[in-house]
């Protein structure tokens, strides 16, 4: 057997590999410093121009601060009963009130929504008026008015009000009074609203980075959850329920993004704001004592 003949196969086999691999390796690295690069250049706003993705404003890029929270829901019926022996059974919550599994329905009679008018044009501090009358809201002046998930057109218009922790709002059906509204003439008069609110809302950590809204939305596009030639609506930060620990609820930054897609269907799409993940499962865990 010609050992030396062999052996030059081995080599040239194990020379003919090497070069192959570094090969592979150097092809590899020169790929990554093109994605490398590519996404250095090529912003979100200009990979949703190719897509006919169009939107209002600008992309944020400040880096805001959150935190984790936990809060128990008020129990209306209680507050209920403290708001009536202060307030001597005066103003709208006097009757015509109805609280059922903590939600508290208030139905206004054709005079009282016609002395609650509200304003089109000042709808913000219109319902700011109204909701710092401790007479006729509990807990009003803990809430704001939320546009983006307000609805005036149509047959019924309704508009929301959320609670807010250090400016932040929430967004959930444990922290907002949502008015149900009649038209008159150029007016809106309030016909009905239900309401939740939380207390003892405490920090669980300490205050930390939240991901961007520009992060956010390339999150979402990356992810294909905005198709080619939507429309972005609008986006909205805002806490969100995650959680259920027996009485209380943990709450976390959320970053709420609306989609007109182009068939005309409307999508609201939710990124946490923590850790930049779409939220994809809306039932709440809830732990129990064993």
């Known amino acids: 057997m010609d050992f030396k003949k062999i052996e030059w196969i081995f080599f040239v086999a194990f020379l003919g590999l090497n070069v192959f691999l570094f090969s592979s390796y150097h092809e590899a690295i020169n790929q990554e410093h093109t994605v490398i690069r590519s996404d250095q250049t090529e912003t979100i706003q200009k990979r949703l121009a190719n897509d006919d993705i169009t939107y209002t404003g600008d992309f944020s890029s400040e880096s805001k601060q959150g935190y984790y929270l936990s809060a128990e829901e008020t129990e209306l019926s209680q507050a209920l009963f403290k708001h009536r022996q202060e307030n001597n059974r005066r103003g709208l919550l006097e009757s015509g009130v109805s609280i059922n599994d903590n939600i508290l329905t208030k139905t206004l009679t054709d005079s009282e929504g016609e002395s609650n008018a509200l304003d089109p044009d000042r ?21 704001i008015y939320m546009k983006n998930f307000s609805v005036l057109e149509g047959d019924s218009p309704e508009i929301t009000a959320s609670q807010t922790y250090e400016g932040l709002p929430f967004y959930d059906d444990t922290a907002k009074i949502i008015f149900s509204l009649e038209k008159k003439g150029d007016e809106y008069r309030i016909s009905k609203f239900t309401q939740t609110h939380l207390s003892s809302i405490e920090q ?69 704001a923590f850790s930049n993940t779409i939220i994809t499962n809306n039932a709440i865990p809830k732990v129990e004592d064993h």
């Open 123 to 143: 709808m913000a501090s219109s319902l700011n008026d109204f909701l710092d009358n401790e007479e006729d809201v509990l807990f009003g002046s803990e809430y």
């Open 204 to 272: 669980l950590r300490e205050k930390t980075e939240l991901h961007t809204e520009e992060e956010a939305i390339n999150t979402l596009y990356v992810n294909n959850k905005i198709s080619r030639g939507s429309k972005i609506l609008w986006r909205q930060l805002a806490y969100s329920r995650i959680l259920k620990v027996r009485e209380k609820n943990v709450y976390v930054p959320v970053w709420y993004v609306a989609i007109e897609t182009p068939d005309k269907t409307y999508q609201i799409e939710t990124v946490n």
